[in-house]
Nanobody, 128 residues
């Protein structure tokens, strides 16, 4: 089982940047994958990007290419999502989700159904 805790959200003016963090519990089993999602008011949840705990691969949803950057610390236990040039339409609750007990070199996917454990989210509001 994984525990994931998001942080770094807040109120930002249009054009600003934020770096969200997702702390992954230390008792994960085997390989693991983590993804960032967001859900805007009145909209369905959408996946933004994913990264693997050990394997260096990462992927972005099409809308996220360019302004979103996913990364991880050296231990792979903190997953970051940097968002630049924030716009009002980026206002949403941002969640990280993960799955563990995978092969050590498991590669992440952009399939929402592959992620079983969820954080509580961090709110991002973009407004002037």
């Amino acid at each position: 089982e994984m525990d994931l805790v998001e942080s770094g959200g807040g109120l930002v003016q249009p054009g600003g940047s934020l770096r969200l963090s997702c702390s992954v519990s230390s008792h994960v089993r085997g390989g693991f994958i983590v993804a960032w999602f967001r859900q805007a008011p009145g909209k369905e949840r959408e996946i933004i990007s994913c990264i693997s705990g050990v394997d260096p691969s990462f992927f972005y949803a099409d809308f996220a290419k360019g302004r979103f950057t996913i990364s991880k610390n050296s231990a792979g236990r903190v997953i970051y999502l940097e968002i630049t040039n924030l716009q009002p339409e980026d206002t949403a609750a941002y969640y990280c989700a993960g799955s563990d007990d995978l092969g050590l070199l498991a590669r992440c996917t952009l399939e929402s159904s592959d992620y079983f454990y969820w954080g509580h989210g961090t709110q991002v509001a973009v407004s002037s």
